[in-house]
């Protein structure tokens, strides 16, 4: 056991990195909500200039990376390692935008907890002395989620009341040893976990007991609190996930006071017809990379929780009537080291 590793699931870093830039792109739809004014740039048809959805999911990502790197004060070439995911198989839209960049890359699938998963591995290996830089990108386009796990959108398919809006949003964070912060001070891992939930149009149900589990795991393994917390960040649980979420805790006596849910906050709920809210992995990063880490800079926050969650299924074993795995990442990053 190393002095590093806490309890079963979680890790304090030594050496907090810091997160020295970052940078996002949205959707059309996502710039109508509320949170317009945090992201970096809104493509005004969602093409982002590209002729298939695919690559305009690929284009987002190396703006948003681009922009992040920009804000970092670096370069592609300056960075050791690069982490990216999507929800596209065999994560083309990553591969595709980091084709061409000549960076050593790692290609990751967490579903909507992509982010999370990215900025803990990336986290480690800093803390590890394992090289100075590092980049973490995701992204998430709406088109192209509809036409891999529901239906073309050309169908016109009624949407069940529980169903979320993948987000059409790329965020992208440069890491490093060094920097002004916000410190990344904590990773705790998430265990895949399955309750039985089938309905693919309620991925709220399906990975409220995967975040409950992680943020239980986090708090047994570094003795924190709620209350250690000015926010705790989770998503995509949507409206309904995140009474689930509540409920869950409550049954082990944990009152969450601070809860945001990065999809429920991206859109109008009263104005903009989502149903439960956004998800994708552009929910979350777009948030953390607009709202969250303006907010640490600012001082609004000074200790925050961030809690991506994901729903591990496709459309595969969706018809061979599986049930749908939960995961759930969190790292608690702070404004101070």
């Not at 998430?140 to 009624?158: D, K």
């Not at 309620?202 to 609190?225: C, E, I, K, V």
Request: one cysteine or more.
């Amino acid at each position: 056991m190393t002095g590093k590793k806490l309890g079963a699931q979680s890790a304090a870093l030594a050496h907090p990195p810091s997160l020295a830039g970052w940078g996002n792109v949205a959707g059309k739809k996502e710039g109508e909500g509320p949170l317009a004014a945090a992201f970096d740039y809104i493509d005004a048809d969602d093409t982002f200039g590209e002729v298939t959805w695919e690559k305009s999911e690929s284009t987002m990502q190396k703006q948003a990376l681009a922009l992040a790197l920009n804000r970092a004060g670096q370069s592609a070439a300056g960075l050791d390692w690069l982490f990216a995911g999507d929800l596209l198989n065999q994560c083309i839209g990553s591969s595709y935008a980091a084709r061409g960049q000549q960076v050593p890359f790692f290609g990751l699938y967490g579903a909507c907890s992509t982010m999370g998963e990215g900025l803990a591995l990336a986290a480690m290996l800093l803390d590890g002395n394992f090289g100075e830089r590092a980049g973490v990108v995701v992204s998430s386009h709406f088109c192209t989620a509809e036409r891999q796990y529901r239906t073309p959108l050309e169908y016109g398919a009624q949407r069940a009341p529980t169903t979320q809006w993948t987000v059409t949003a790329a965020g992208a964070a440069i890491l490093a040893r060094e920097g002004p912060g916000p410190y990344l001070t904590h990773v705790t891992a998430g265990k895949v976990t399955d309750l039985g939930v089938t309905d693919t149009n309620n991925m709220g149900a399906a990975m409220a007991p995967a975040a409950h589990d992680t943020l239980m795991a986090h708090f047994r393994d570094t003795g924190r609190s709620p209350g250690d917390y000015d926010q705790i960040f989770i998503g995509d649980l949507g409206t309904l996930g995140s009474e689930l979420l509540l409920e869950l805790l409550r049954r082990d006596g944990v009152e969450l006071t601070n809860h945001t849910d990065c999809g429920a906050i991206i859109f109008d709920l009263n104005k903009q017809d989502v149903h439960c809210g956004g998800s994708g992995c552009g929910c979350c990063a777009a948030v953390l990379t607009g709202h969250i880490l303006e907010g640490l800079r600012a001082g609004r926050w000074r200790n925050i929780l961030f809690c991506p969650t994901g729903a591990l299924h496709s459309p595969v074993s969706a018809f061979q009537g599986e049930s749908v795995p939960g995961i759930c990442h969190a790292v608690a990053i702070a404004a101070e080291r």
